[in-house]
């Protein structure tokens, strides 16, 4: 059982997949690829078939819920890289965004990198996140949003944050379906990424620039 094939079940809201992603981490396949171009992929499938109007809301619901059991069973074997801490991240979904399957995965891969996260669940105020960065003493504070009616609640957490005086204590990234580069720039975030990868990177390179500064 390959990757493409726990794509083609999830996309088909089979719940096959669960036993099928057990069997192919058995047999030794890339958690890795397991993850990417079988899970994920699969969840992509049943959001093209939601926007065609193949699925509806209960369809993507269980395709969420196969998704969230398939990642529970892979992520303990994620590699990962050193042991020491390279940063404190609080991250979670923002006010009245329920989509937590997209910043577990960020969490989890950052982590795995090395940073300590604190993940704060779905649903979360402005002011929560503000409260929590300072309590964890955060470096970077990480917003998702999915949807075009949640996205500007990153705004009002960076607005807060200059009103409060607390701007330049955290860097705010922001990432999730609908947001980009550009919305992230015109809300005056410090940066975005378009998956937990390339979130990994953003994330070390912030610290690098944090700890240049702090230096200089
Ligand atoms: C699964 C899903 C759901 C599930 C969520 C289950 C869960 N536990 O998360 C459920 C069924 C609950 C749901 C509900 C709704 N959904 Co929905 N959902 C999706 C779907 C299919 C997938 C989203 C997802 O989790 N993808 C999996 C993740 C892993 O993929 P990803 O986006 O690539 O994640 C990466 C990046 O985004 C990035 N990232 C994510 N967060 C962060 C944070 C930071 C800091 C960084 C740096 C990076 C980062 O890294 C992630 C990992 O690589 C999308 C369609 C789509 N294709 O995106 C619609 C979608 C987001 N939903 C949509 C809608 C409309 C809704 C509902 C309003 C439906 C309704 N009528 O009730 C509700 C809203 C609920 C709410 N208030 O939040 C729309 C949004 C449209 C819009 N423009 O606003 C979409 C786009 C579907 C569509 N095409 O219409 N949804």
Redesign the pocket.
Known sequence: MDASEIARLIGDLDTQAIPAVERALRDGESPVDLLQQGV?RG??I???K??SGDYF?PE??T??KIT?TCIALINPHLPRDGSATLGVVV?GAVQ????????S??AKQLELAGFEVHQLGVDVPPLTFIDQAQEFNADII???A?????IPKCKVLIDYLRDMGLRDRFRV??????TSQDVADQMGADG?????VE?VR?CRNLMEQRRAAASA
């Open positions: 994920i969840l992509e049943v959001g093209q939601f926007e809301l993507l619901m395709g969420g969230e991250i009245g965004d329920f989509h937590d399957l997209g910043y995965l960020v990480g917003l998702s999915f949807l075009i009616t949640t990234i922001i990432g999730g379906g609908q975005w990424a378009p998956n937990a979130a953003l």
